[in-house]
């Protein structure tokens, strides 16, 4: 009885172990697939978050699309583990107290270039050539507000 016991301690420590490894490298990859689909380039701190599906980057300063610059900040990714192997990759990111820099058309629109966003929110699906889906994005700051719910592109 007791070396059932022992065996099945060391199965599940193994299985937490593995699954925690997985977390992490397919969080790694899943970083790596945003980065280059979406075409965002800078650099951060890579964070896993052991056990899972998610992942932080710290001290954020990145440029997606000459659209938007983060110049200072942290930014978590959360991702459906199992769209990673399917053909849309489904994606939660978010932030708090990031210091951002409307580029473009955008600044244009909003009337504003630099400003601190004191939250936002998207949930996004990723395809093999870049953004598929929007299916909500918020974004709260002194400066402006917006809100962007279900469309698909």
Not at 72 to 81: A, H, N, P
Request: hydrophobic share 45%; no cysteine.
């Amino acid at each position: 009885m007791e070396k059932k016991i022992r065996t099945a301690v060391y199965f599940l420590t193994a299985a937490m172990l593995a699954w925690g490894i997985i977390a992490a490298g397919a969080g790694w990859m899943v970083n790596q697939r945003l980065m280059h689909r979406l075409k965002i380039e800078g650099s951060a701190e890579y964070r896993p978050e052991w056990f899972r599906p998610s992942y932080e980057l710290r001290n954020a300063q990145v440029v997606w699309r000459e659209r938007v610059k983060i110049l200072s900040g942290s930014v978590r990714v959360e991702y459906d583990l199992l769209s990673v192997l399917g053909g849309v990759l489904r994606v939660r990111i978010s932030g708090r107290g990031v210091q951002a820099r409307l580029l473009g058309e955008w600044a244009k629109i909003q009337g504003v270039e630099e400003t601190p966003v004191e939250s936002f929110y998207a949930q996004l699906g990723v395809g093999r050539e870049g953004l598929r889906a929007v299916e909500e994005v918020d974004v709260r700051s002194p400066a402006f507000q917006f809100r962007i719910r279900k469309s698909e592109t």
